[in-house]
């Protein structure tokens, strides 16, 4: 016989994992399902703060001249009444114009006297 060297009922490693695959499916789907989702949580997080990283990088970068530039002896203090003049003396035109009336026909919807009274509220005050 030529399968005599194969006894019966002995169970592999691998016949052990189908059966309990078999049994429980969760090990088979939620399970790899699950490690995605935690490997990818941890993945992104490092991929979100390498990001930050770079950008602050990028942000913080600044030559020595633009270092200067910033320094508080280079700046102009800020005095309200100073700026005040200043947009005073700017040649701004607003004193030439003139007051035009609308037309009301122009803009339909709207009455020239709020305060009247409305013909249907008249109407009902004359009657009772």
């Not at 040649?91 to 305060?115: C, F, L, M, N």
């Amino acid at each position: 016989m030529v399968f005599a060297n194969k006894s019966y009922g002995v169970a592999t490693p691998a016949d052990k994992f189908a059966q309990s695959i078999k049994r429980k499916p969760v090990l088979l789907f939620g399970l790899p399902f699950l490690l995605t989702i935690v490997a990818g949580s941890f993945a992104l997080s490092e991929l979100t703060a390498t990001k930050y990283n770079v950008h602050d990088n990028r942000t913080k970068a600044m030559t020595k001249e633009e270092g200067l530039k910033l320094s508080a002896k280079s700046r102009r203090k800020l005095d309200l009444q100073e700026e005040y003049w200043r947009l005073q003396a700017q040649d701004v035109d607003d004193d030439d114009w003139e007051i035009k009336r609308v037309d009301s026909q122009a803009a339909p919807g709207v009455t020239t006297s709020p305060t009247a009274p409305s013909a249907s509220a008249s109407t009902t005050a004359t009657s009772s």
